[in-house]
């Protein structure tokens, strides 16, 4: 698959899950970038020239997690920008994704043909 935007950025610190997810978006042809928590994330995105076009961020996590990443990443009006898709074992998804501001929710377990169209919406043209 082509056209891919400068990749998709996951936040997760479940390490089965974090592989299991990328696994799966490298398998349909997206670049993936993960981290574990939202600290390493925050300056994996500040380090970065290209930005993803989605970032995958899970709520539960240590030393920062999901809530304050999303606080930081709000207060930077270039990181800001880019699109954030929760993940969460709650499983009022969407509404933790309304609450930060975020574009979409998913319930874990995750469902594949979701999680894809999700990714899909962000980083295809």
Known sequence: MTDVCHGVLLVEDDEAIRLAIADALLDEGFVVETAC???????????????????????????????????EQEKDPVL??????????????????????AAAGIAKPLRLATLLDHVDRFCRP
């Not at 925050?42 to 304050?68: A, E, F, N, Y």
Request: proline share 5%.
């Open 80 to 101: 800001s920008q880019i699109p954030v898709v929760v993940l969460t074992a709650d499983a009022s998804a969407e509404r933790k994704a309304a609450e930060l501001n």
């Open 37 to 71: 928590n939202g600290a390493e994330a925050l300056d994996h995105l500040r380090r970065r020239s290209k930005l993803p076009c989605v970032v995958l961020l899970d709520l539960m996590m240590p030393i920062m997690d999901g809530r304050q990443f999303r606080a």
